[in-house]
């Protein structure tokens, strides 16, 4: 049984600051892995996409990387921003595309 | 292209009561999973659906809960006699399986049991 974990559960930066949120697998046989941003209240929104043949994917200001023989995946934020504050999901995607949550880690980002 | 609509966005039930919950995927998509997300816990995979066809339900609670996805109209999930452990928000997910398996939720659908 595929259990995903995200660490750490709660993060606070300044403005302007880098920061990594780690998520880690334990079941290297995946599909694919999504990471996702969720606001209070409101639905999923998918930020990357990584499948696995691949090692990495970019958007912007943000950079995902995936090390599937080690069950790790890591979402890089550059230059932080307080819009940047959210809930950040990653999910492990495996048969038939069913995707494993972690429970998340919440960001907040300070002016 | 409209993206995973979901309706109703707020659901107020009565314990007894029963709750419809209905999702119309994207526009060519043709899988639809339903996941649960109680307060303070992660999305909990619940159901995948094919038109017609229940592909994968290891994650519904065994009696109350059932769902559909009809050759016509949107997927179902129905909860019988509600109790307050059911209030959760309820998210669905559609995919254009053969692609990226790139899974597309909607806003959800947050229900309440009085």
């Known amino acids: 049984k595929q259990e995903v974990t995200q660490i750490p559960a709660a993060l606070s930066v300044p403005e302007g600051e880098n920061l990594v949120l780690n998520c880690s697998f334990t079941?290297?046989?995946?599909?694919?892995l999504q990471w996702f941003r969720q606001d209070p209240g409101k639905g999923l929104t998918s930020l990357l996409l990584?499948?696995?043949?691949?090692r990495e994917q970019t958007s912007g200001r943000l950079n995902a990387s995936l090390d599937k023989s080690s069950g790790r995946s890591t979402l890089y934020i550059a230059a932080s921003q307080p819009g940047d504050s959210a809930t950040y999901l990653c999910a492990v995607g495996g048969s038939n595309y069913k995707l494993t949550f972690g429970k998340g880690t919440l960001l907040t980002v300070n002016p | 292209n409209a993206g995973v609509m979901q309706n109703p966005r707020h659901l107020v039930r009565r314990r007894g009561q029963e709750a419809r919950l209905r999702c119309s995927p994207m526009k060519g998509h043709s899988h639809v999973y339903w996941y649960r997300q109680l307060p303070e816990e992660g999305l909990k995979f619940m159901v995948y659906?094919?038109?017609?066809?229940?592909?994968?339900e290891s994650g519904m609670p065994k009696e109350r809960f059932s769902a559909e996805f009809p050759k016509e109209g949107p997927s179902i999930l129905r909860i019988q006699q509600v109790v307050r452990g059911d209030s959760a928000a309820y998210f669905c997910a559609s995919c254009n399986a053969g692609a990226t398996g790139e899974l597309f939720f909607g806003e959800g659908s947050r229900l309440t049991v009085l």
């Open positions: 990584i499948q696995s043949s691949q």
């Open positions: 659906l094919q038109k017609e066809n229940i592909i994968d």
């Open positions: 079941d290297s046989a995946i599909y694919n």
